[in-house]
Nanobody, 125 residues
């Protein structure tokens, strides 16, 4: 069983930056595809970004492309989401997700095998 624990959320002003972290345990980290999703109040959970096992491939939702960067450190069993130029519409609970297969996260669905509990990001104007 894989455990995912997010951290780094908080309150930030428009145009600011935050770096989210997700620590994984319970399985060889390099065997996991990792992703980030988010859920705003009253909205469905949506895909944000995904990174392949080695980190060589990444994909982003159009809404965050050019502002967010996903990365991973397999030696530290962690995945990160660097968020720059934050907007009020980025306000959401951000979830870390993992799967042993590429497809579930790459297609941005909600059927990834493992999920964290989420961390709140609030962007104030």
């Amino acid at each position: 069983q894989v455990q995912l624990v997010e951290s780094g959320g908080g309150l930030v002003q428009v145009g600011g930056s935050l770096r989210l972290s997700c620590a994984a345990s319970g399985r060889t980290f390099s065997s996991l595809v990792m992703g980030w999703f988010r859920q705003a109040p009253g909205k469905e959970r949506e895909f944000v970004a995904v990174i392949s096992w080695s980190g060589s491939s990444t994909y982003y939702a159009d809404s965050v492309k050019g502002r967010f960067t996903i990365s991973r450190d397999n030696a530290k069993n962690a995945v990160y989401l660097q968020m720059n130029s934050l907007k009020p519409e980025d306000t959401a609970v951000y979830y870390c997700a993992a799967d042993t297969d590429w497809s579930p996260l790459r297609r941005g669905g909600l059927d990834a095998e493992y999920w964290g509990q989420g961390t709140q990001v609030t962007v104030s104007s």
